[in-house]
């Protein structure tokens, strides 16, 4: 088994947990917080789906895809274009607010695509390139990536607790 196959069943594991915490809920219990310092399922998968499009985007030399493919304008949230939710105050975690379980999974889903495809052309070798040397030690792309695998399936796995407490109610 190559690395690329191993981070390919990653971020397929990823898919899989943010599919099964968002398919068939409505708007109102995406966009729910359970209470004024919590997230919603809808922030909590607009976040990671934010943070992998962005990390990608920058390690493939390439645009984002909220920003190149329109997500932005569709999703309108009324956050600046390069926001990914990192740091945010209640407040702003309360202005991610998704109109339906389709657009927010669309959005994810491309971003799954375009991921999906850049690990399918990366070697053993690339996985260990230095892509931000403002940290100590220097970032390689593997680390990265295994960074952006954890804190997905940090966030996924917290909306599906928070789709099992909103069954629950």
């Known amino acids: 088994m190559h690395s690329k196959d191993v981070l390919t069943d990653a971020f397929g594991r990823i898919h899989e947990t943010v599919h099964s915490a968002v398919e068939d809920l409505s708007a109102e219990e995406l966009n729910t917080r359970l209470n004024d ?3 919603s399922i809808a922030w909590l998968i607009w976040h990671l789906s934010r943070v992998q499009d962005d990390h990608i985007a ?15 304008e569709r999703l309108d949230l009324g956050l600046p274009p390069s926001d990914t939710g990192y740091g945010h105050s209640g407040g ?22 375009r991921t999906l495809a850049y690990v399918a052309g990366l070697t053993d070798e690339d996985l260990d390139q230095v892509i931000d040397d403002t940290w100590s030690p220097p970032v390689t792309l593997g680390v990265r990536l295994v960074s952006v695998i954890a804190d997905d399936l940090q966030h996924s796995g917290q909306a599906a607790f928070v789709r099992g407490v909103l069954e629950r109610l």
């Open 37 to 39: 310092d919590s997230n």
């Open 92 to 113: 702003q975690v309360a202005k991610v607010r998704v109109p339906s379980a389709d657009l927010l999974l669309g959005y994810f889903d491309a971003v799954h695509e």
């Open 58 to 72: 920058d390690a493939s030399r390439s645009d984002q895809v909220w920003l190149g493919d329109g997500w932005a």
